[in-house]
């Protein structure tokens, strides 16, 4: 083994490290674990987990590139770390098929059409939608019958609770990096390549699926990383706390670049880029507290920044959101849910969308200072003309003098 510990001295003496430097390493050769697939990388994730039963060990992953038939766990706080742009994590192709009989919410094993291109340990979704799918790892094959490590019903978020129908979808699908209820999880310097973005029906909703996916947890990070090709999100987090993503790259994923959501307080995402997915980012039912500084959410096919569903207290300061295909930023979610009220924006540019900043829900305390919106195009190419759409029922709105707006201007106080 290839562990070492090295103890770090403070002035007031020995001080035990939050982050244990004892490592384990996976690789193509010369490495603790020898392999380039999904099983080489859990063997070693769940090697660091049983030789630092303290946790916060590093799984480093060295060089090349890891097939992933089924998701990398995490199930235990640690870190991972990859070579800059030589780390690549790439999904293998998806096989889809259907239940060939009904399944109980309560089952492990499911009958399906065609079992062919499945094997031993691969990760699946099984159903459609984002509240009735459910993704789980393979542990039996016998034909076409297949055995999973858990039933449908146990699940963390709300859902997953249905019985399934003959005809339901079963398709190799899952996160490339999933982190559970696990707290103190960090990950760096890895590609996320998710083999292809463009395969619609290979979509399963990122409250499910990411290239990187955290459900429950706290003080977890993703720096330095880029995801592309998912068909689904870049990085998807669903109740974690205090979770931070600084310099990442997320393009050409089918739905969300980043997507926090489900009661995450205290987001951090900073000097990160967003382009060419289908939103860039997803800010979903009552984030709260969050800061994002210092983004650029461009080029992607409908919305650069979505809000809504309570998302309340929360900064976007110096983002620059451009040429996304419908609003740059749209509030325009949440039916009866409280409103996303006492959010602030701050010197961003939002500049050549299809619309400017729309505020089609009525909420309290907006402050808009030192923003530009504006289109910049060529007259005849211009498609921003709303530049600034505020719900008349909206109260309390600042908008300070020095932001500079260009375009139609409906607020409150302003109607044309």
């Not at 399906?112 to 542990?139: H, M, N, S, Y």
């Not at 055995?147 to 699940?155: G, K, L, M, S, V």
């Not at 760096?188 to 973005?197: F, K, P």
Request: hydrophobic residues 35%.
């Amino acid at each position: 083994m290839m562990m070492q510990t090295i103890s770090c001295l403070a002035a007031d003496g020995p001080q035990s490290l939050k982050w244990s430097v004892r490592e384990v390493t996976v690789g193509p050769e010369k490495a603790d674990v020898v392999g380039n697939d999904s099983r080489a990388l859990q063997k070693a994730a769940d090697m660091v987990a049983f030789t630092i039963p303290e946790g916060r060990g590093t799984l480093r992953i060295l060089p090349g590139t890891y097939v992933m038939r089924d998701s990398l766990h995490i199930r235990q706080p640690m870190k991972i770390v990859g070579t800059p742009g030589q780390t690549i994590l790439l999904k293998a192709p998806t096989f889809s098929t259907t239940l060939a009989e009904p399944m109980s919410k309560d089952a492990v094993r499911l009958t399906v059409a065609d079992a062919k291109g499945l094997r031993f340990k691969d990760g699946i979704a099984i159903g459609e939608g984002p509240w009735g799918t459910v993704i789980r790892t393979i542990i039996g094959i016998e034909g076409n019958t297949l055995t999973i490590d858990r039933p449908p019903a146990f699940e963390s978020l709300r859902g997953g609770n249905n019985d399934y129908k003959v005809g339901a979808v079963v398709q190799s699908v899952f996160p490339v990096i999933s982190s559970r209820d696990v707290n103190d999880v960090e990950i760096e310097d890895l590609v996320i390549d998710g083999g292809g973005a463009g395969n619609s029906k290979n979509f399963v909703d990122g409250c499910r699926n990411a290239g990187i996916y955290f459900l429950q947890g706290k003080d977890c990070s993703v720096r330095n990383c880029e995801i592309r090709n998912v068909a689904g999100d870049g990085v998807s987090w669903q109740l974690v706390h205090n979770m931070t993503v600084e310099n990442v790259e997320t393009h050409h994923n089918y739905n969300y670049g980043f997507h926090p959501g489900t009661g995450s307080l205290n987001t951090v995402i900073k000097n990160c880029r967003s382009h060419h997915n289908g939103l860039g980012l997803f800010v979903c039912w009552n984030v709260r507290f969050g800061r994002f500084e210092d983004n650029v959410l461009e080029d992607n096919q409908t919305i650069g920044l979505s809000i809504g569903y309570n998302d309340c207290d929360n900064l976007f300061a110096r983002n620059i959101i451009r040429r996304n295909g419908s609003c740059g930023i749209l509030v325009n979610r949440g039916g009866d849910a409280p409103p996303p009220d006492r959010n602030t924006f701050v010197e961003n540019v939002i500049e050549d969308n299809g619309e400017g900043l729309r505020w089609s829900k009525a909420a309290s305390q907006i402050v808009l200072k030192g923003n530009i919106i504006r289109d910049t195009r060529p007259d005849g190419q211009k498609t921003q003309k709303t530049a600034l759409f505020l719900h008349p029922d909206s109260q309390q709105v600042e908008i300070a003098p020095d932001n500079k707006i260009e375009g139609a201007v409906v607020t409150p106080e302003v109607k044309k």
